[in-house]
């Protein structure tokens, strides 16, 4: 007699790590970044007879940033309903505006943008609702959510936003009113890079730093990370602002070596007093 005995094979998936590129991916999206750079772009982009494409990219971008976000499980943030409201009415106006309309926002449109985030980020604080916050709490768990420290945190991210847009946006008004230049490289270009890379910097830089300074406060073993780290990117945004006034033309052969030169002994300064190289 043969017996036919069943087996039963299960067969498991393995578990596939996420790739490094989808961890950054996931990062970004889930940092204040992603409701950012619509702004960034549009206002980088927007000039005469380019405000169509930069409000199309724009509000392309925002909704790629929310779709992508929603996907992945992140809940749609106040910024990125902003986002779309605002890059969408650009849009509009971009098609179905006056042809006067539509000139007078290529000249201010670098502007608007900003003036218009540098009030939303305001606007959040004077509500007590700092717009990072909603990033923040989608990386650390619910109870530190009322944490004092926390909400300290994202105030001054929050604020050095502000801070940020607002000096591109009297840097633009200042090329497009005084000048009368809207393509002006430093009103136009350098000047409001450099406050957009200086809240991106302090937006990386102060959770650490604020959180090392409190537990030292609190007598622990933590030594906050030096303020110099804070302007690591001066130097290197120095050496090529130099490159980019040569490469385009914008400053004199003269200027431009000046700036870079400036820059690199910043940059040989800077690595100097470098509290590691001291250790060293």
Known sequence: M????DQSKTTVSPVVAPSKFSRVLSGFLNSPFAGMTPWIVMGFINGPGRFEEAAAVAFGLSLLFVLGGHKRGSKIKFLEVFDLV??????LLAQFAAASVVD?????GGEMTNI???SFAFVSILIRQPFTMQYAKESEPEEMWDNPLFIHIN??????WVLGFGVGAIAGFYGDYVLNDNNNFWTGWIIGLAGTIFAISFTEFYPEYAVAKEMAKA???AVPQSLMRLLDWVPIFIIVTGVAGLVTDSTSTTLGVIIIVVGVVIKLGMRALSPDNKKA
């Open 86 to 91: 605002y890059f969408s009415s650009m849009v």
């Open 104 to 108: 007078w926002l290529e000249l201010w």
């Open 2 to 5: 043969t017996e036919n005995t």
């Open 219 to 221: 007598g622990e073993d």
């Open 155 to 160: 105030y001054m991210i929050t604020w050095s």
């Open 116 to 118: 218009a985030l540098v």
